[in-house]
C-alpha cells in the first residue's frame, strides 16, 4: 500500500509526488536507458528513448511480480534539459502511455552525457509490492 505525502498549503504537484510512504517488498530498477532487449537503439528522438525506457522498467517491474503502480520513485537523467522543457506534453504523453496516471516521487537531473553516447535518458527506479 502506497500512501502519498502531500504537505497542507503546499501547491500540488503535476506528474509527480512530494512524497510517498511505503511498506512491503522492496525492488530496486538500475538506470535504463532507451534501447531495446538486444541493446540497441532504434531512435535517438528523445521522446521514443523516454518510451522505451519507461517500457524497459516496465519489463523489469513484471520480473518481479510488479506493475508500474507499485512505483515509489524514479529518477531522470537526461542530457539535455531544454529539449526536455521543450517537449514535457510529448513526454507526459508517453509516460502515461506506459505508466498510466500512477505518479511517484521524482527528480530529474541533467548530466553532461550517460555511459552510452546515444542515449538521451537514463530513468532509475524503486517498486514497493505490498
Known amino acids: 500500500m502506497h500512501e502519498i505525502l502531500q504537505p497542507p498549503g503546499w501547491a500540488p504537484p503535476v506528474g509527480y ?9 522492496q525492488i530496486f ?5 532507451g ?14 528513448q523516454v518510451r522505451r525506457t519507461l517500457k524497459n522498467i516496465v519489463a523489469v517491474l ?22 526536455y522543457l521543450a517537449r514535457q ?12 496516471r500512477h505518479f511517484p516521487a521524482m527528480a530529474l537531473v541533467q548530466v553532461v552525457r550517460l555511459v552510452e553516447p546515444r542515449a538521451k535518458v537514463e530513468i532509475q527506479a524503486v517498486a514497493i509490492v505490498s
Open 35 to 48: 534501447w531495446n532487449a538486444q541493446q540497441q537503439f532504434e531512435s535517438d528522438d528523445l521522446v521514443d
Open 62 to 83: 513484471t520480473v518481479g511480480s510488479a506493475g508500474p503502480e507499485h512505483l515509489v520513485s524514479m529518477t531522470w537523467y537526461v542530457t539535455d534539459i531544454e529539449e
Open 17 to 25: 509526488a512530494n512524497g510517498v510512504a511505503a511498506s512491503g517488498r
Open 89 to 100: 506534453r510529448e513526454i507526459g504523453r508517453a509516460y502515461r502511455e506506459v505508466i498510466g
Open 29 to 33: 530498477v538500475g538506470g535504463q536507458i
